[in-house]
């Protein structure tokens, strides 16, 4: 069982470069949520999206993009980096709304901003 | 708005002791909470859940936690922690359906377990 794979695991970025996150998911799960983790702060989400061409913004989308062509697949976009930006990047998904079941995370990305 | 507070941000506890990891949520309505673990350079794994019912919910790793309404709270609880269970623990609640259907986490409780 592959669940949530997210690439690459780790990543370094000079400011201003762009990158894309990967995320895809095998158990046919219509949600899909992407957060950050920063040291002290726990989890933020950043976006998220409920199927196939459905996104919307959580509580820290400033400088990501996201989309969601097949139900599989969720990347994170991000332009020009920032050191803010720094952090460990989860990816997770579910199969419907809260109440449904279990919140299944990938590994996490860890992305450096120098 | 959700909200969930976890006020122990660091908790250290001899191998053998028991443990309790204090959460607080706010929310007009009944939530749907949730208890997650990080150990090192892992993504989060459920340890329980909270959807309705029994106040008293068990979960993996001899773990349980109890919904308390009237204190807004949902602790989790070991009675014997063992080594092994030295982690990051997020409290998180979840609301709303659809579009508005999300998770809120708490900062975390990291534990530490002394041999």
């Known amino acids: 069982n592959a669940g949530v794979t997210q690439t690459p695991k780790f990543r370094i970025l000079k400011i201003g470069q762009s990158m894309t996150l990967q995320c895809t998911q095998d158990m046919n799960h219509n949600y899909m949520y992407w957060y950050r983790q920063d040291p002290g702060m726990g989890l933020k989400l950043i976006y998220y999206?409920?199927?196939?061409?459905?996104?919307d913004k959580g509580e820290v989308p400033n400088g990501y993009n996201v989309s969601r062509s097949t139900t599989e697949d969720f990347p994170l976009r991000l332009e020009l980096a920032a050191p803010s930006q720094t952090s460990v990047y989860f990816c997770a998904s579910r199969q419907g709304q809260v109440g449904t079941g279990e919140l299944f995370f990938g590994e996490g990305s860890r992305l450096t901003v120098l | 708005a959700q909200s969930v507070t976890q006020p122990d941000i660091h908790i250290t506890v001899s191998e053998g002791a028991s443990l309790e990891l204090r959460c607080n949520y706010s929310y007009g309505a009944t939530p749907y909470l949730f208890w997650y673990v990080q150990s090192p350079g892992q993504g989060l794994q459920l340890l329980l859940k909270?959807?309705?019912?029994?106040?008293l919910v068990q979960g993996i790793k001899g773990f349980e936690a109890e919904f308390k309404r009237s204190q807004s709270s949902f602790n989790l609880r070991k009675p014997s922690v063992h080594w092994s269970d030295a982690a990051e623990y997020f409290c998180a609640v979840g609301a709303g359906t659809g579009t508005a259907s999300k998770l809120t986490f708490g900062t975390g409780t990291r534990l530490q377990v002394t041999l």
């Open positions: 909270y959807f309705s019912g029994d106040t």
């Open positions: 999206s409920v199927g196939a061409g459905i996104t």
